[in-house]
């Protein structure tokens, strides 16, 4: 027979044992679940909304590059702008999974129109214009290249087709975003 002391520290030990291989019980599960449910209800909207300005920020960088390579391309070829991709020769390709890109060339010697027409839904289309202005520095007329980049007002997926008409008046050197294609409004935002 055991010792008093014995016996007490080995039903206690049988005790623990039986403790540490017991599970979860049913309502602790629900409970968890419950949890990771409305935390993953609360981060989706958010996260779908990341995922939409990330798909945005393509349109937004290559119409910037865009910009940029018309500016040059008008000061390196007789004071014209180009209406074709391949000129630029900037490595864009004229379509992605999320983007169309096309250049309209309205009226090449004093501006051109760059567009990034969305191709799936809740992203917003991108127009860029490259436009020629003078100036006048110490009684000498200069010739100045320009860009803005405007953002549609509202996401609407494959309106910009590039037979659609755009409409540009004459603010545009005043840096005001003047564009209208195929109806779709924008709005300035470099």
């Known amino acids: 027979?055991?010792?008093?002391?014995l016996q007490v520290k080995f039903l206690h030990n049988l005790n623990r044992k039986k403790k540490g291989n017991e599970g979860f019980t049913l309502i602790e599960l629900l409970v968890v679940v419950i949890i990771i449910g409305v935390l993953a209800a609360i981060a989706l909207p958010s996260?779908?909304?990341q995922v939409s300005k990330a798909r945005q920020s393509e349109g937004k960088q290559n119409m910037g590059a865009v910009n940029r390579a018309q500016q040059a391309y008008y000061l390196e070829n007789a004071n014209t702008f180009t209406s074709s991709m391949s000129d630029l020769a900037i490595?864009?390709?004229?379509?992605?999974?999320?983007?169309?890109?096309?250049?309209?060339g309205t009226d090449l010697p004093k501006?051109?129109?760059?567009?990034?027409?969305?191709r799936a839904a809740k992203i917003k289309?991108?127009?860029?214009?490259?436009?020629?202005?003078?100036?006048?520095v110490n009684g000498v007329t200069e010739g100045l290249t320009q860009a803005i980049l405007c953002e549609a007002k509202d996401p609407n997926p494959g309106t910009l087709a590039a037979n659609t008409a755009e409409t540009i008046t004459d603010g545009d050197a005043t840096g005001n975003c003047t564009v209208k294609i195929g109806g779709v409004a924008f709005k300035q935002i470099k």
């Open 91 to 104: 490595g864009i390709k004229s379509e992605t999974e999320n983007y169309a890109y096309s250049i309209r």
């Open 47 to 49: 996260l779908l909304s």
């Open 1 to 5: 027979m055991l010792k008093p002391e």
């Open 125 to 136: 289309s991108y127009a860029g214009i490259a436009y020629s202005v003078t100036q006048l």
């Open 111 to 118: 501006f051109a129109v760059n567009q990034a027409a969305s």
